[in-house]
């Protein structure tokens, strides 16, 4: 499914290099798809290898005695809900690490399975996706005889009028969901992350991870915005116009995706844009981001062809009724 979803969200850009490049489908499919496994496997190998890397240098300096952890700012203290719970556990491993870990050890056992388990979850899913993503280059290389096959499937579960219909507006829904939903939450992501930069916000890396997450299960950005001027008024570092100014911004760019979705999602299709929307909420919350675009083009397409069926039974009221008026008009005569 994702490979299929991947195909029709990236067949423009076969088309697009097809006619620049003057390549073969074939060729256009295989550039494309390595493309996209060195664009999603480098990045992950290169986190993956830093991440290992710290991770068994702060276990040799453990071992060795020669790990220091510094003392908390009183600035910790005055962190919503946890500040004096984290300042006081900060406290006491900055006086003495051995013995803070030998005490949470039962605490720390469960934290680190869980971590493992979810660092496990997250590699599985990188290399699904770039399964995901070899699979869609080949579907890309035979793209127009699978597109003549699934209108023909189309056709064979509706009639030959409505589904040439259906299969274009699913198509089309697909890629828009990718577009309106996926790519705008990409590019709210990345001007909200380079804003905290900016602004000098501890942790802009984590908050722009964040950012992406909230926007592409469809929650508010602003509340991970409203966070980070907390932290950003809390550093004490920089001065009441710096924050002022960089809290505006920070908000501001925690928005993005509420000007751009209405102007991308739906633009194209035959359905309005808050059934896409819904179906993608829905779609999400009931089979996680996949889910979003499966919901969406069966919200679509259920909508057209209910819609459809509205229209034939309107004309042919309309229909019945001028007959009746005929006949009518007909013995009155």
Not at 213 to 225: D, E, G, R, S
């Amino acid at each position: 499914m994702w490979a299929l979803v991947l195909a029709i969200a990236l067949y423009p850009a076969r088309v697009f290099l097809e006619a620049k490049l003057g390549w073969s489908a074939t060729r256009i499919a295989t550039l494309i798809a390595i493309i996209g496994v060195l664009l999603l496997g480098i990045p992950t190998a290169m986190v993956g290898n830093s991440f290992a890397s710290k991770i068994f240098g702060a276990y040799e300096s453990y071992e060795a005695g020669a790990m220091v952890v510094p003392p908390p700012s009183d600035s910790v203290k005055e962190w919503p809900l946890v500040g004096e719970k984290m300042h006081g556990a900060w406290r006491e491993a900055a006086a003495d690490l051995p013995r803070f870990i030998e005490k949470r050890q039962p605490q720390l056992k469960s934290l680190s399975s869980w971590f493992v388990e979810r660092a496990s979850g997250a590699a599985q899913s990188v290399f699904l996706m770039i399964g995901a993503i070899i699979i869609a280059g080949i579907m890309l290389a035979w793209a127009e005889p699978a597109t003549r096959s699934m209108r023909r499937i189309f056709i064979s579960f509706s009639n030959n009028e409505l589904g040439p219909e259906l299969h274009q507006l699913t198509t089309a829904t697909l890629r828009q969901v990718a577009i309106g939903v996926i790519g705008i939450a990409f590019l709210t992501a990345m001007v909200f992350g380079a804003t905290v930069a900016l602004a000098g916000v501890p942790a802009a890396a984590l908050f722009t991870l964040v950012a992406l997450m909230f926007a592409i299960m469809q929650l508010p950005v602003t509340i991970v915005a409203l966070i980070a001027v907390g932290l950003l008024w809390s550093s004490g570092e920089t001065s009441p116009l710096h924050n002022t100014i960089f809290s505006i911004l920070i908000i501001a760019a925690s928005l993005v995706d509420n000007f751009l979705k209405p102007m991308i999602l739906g633009r194209g299709l035959d359905v309005p844009m808050p059934v896409v929307l819904i179906g993608a909420v829905g779609g999400m919350m009931s089979g996680g981001i996949l889910g979003m675009f499966i919901g969406a083009a069966f919200l679509s397409a259920g909508y057209q062809v209910f819609m459809k069926w509205v229209d034939s039974e309107s004309d042919s009221a309309i229909t019945d009724t001028k007959s009746n008026q005929r006949n009518s008009n007909e013995s009155n005569s």
